[in-house]
């Protein structure tokens, strides 16, 4: 978990960097990271953009201003890249009509 983690937190952390519109931070340990967003409706585009494109996220009990990302362990880094490229798809989607 902590070998998948350290390949994708930093790929998630890149989308902060870029997007600091949409993004608050990305948290984390291992494979049990939390996207917060600006606002929970940001967070809600989020999770339903990728509920769209075959990625399970969660929300939190009271909000969709952070989504949850749990992978299994045994996910693959080619099922780890295709969450980063839906994620960016969603992002940019997002983020145009800002």
Known sequence: AAEKGDYLMPRLQNFVVQYPDIFERVT????????????????????????KRGVLVAGTLTSAQ?????????????????????????????????
């Open 28 to 51: 984390g340990k291992g494979l049990l990271i939390g996207m917060h967003f600006k606002n929970p409706e940001t967070g809600y585009k989020v999770a339903s953009g990728l509920f």
């Open 66 to 98: 952070t989504i949850r990302v749990e992978p299994p362990l045994v996910v693959t880094y080619e099922q780890m890249d295709a969450l980063l490229d839906r994620l960016g798809d969603v992002v940019q989607e997002i983020y145009k009509v800002m």
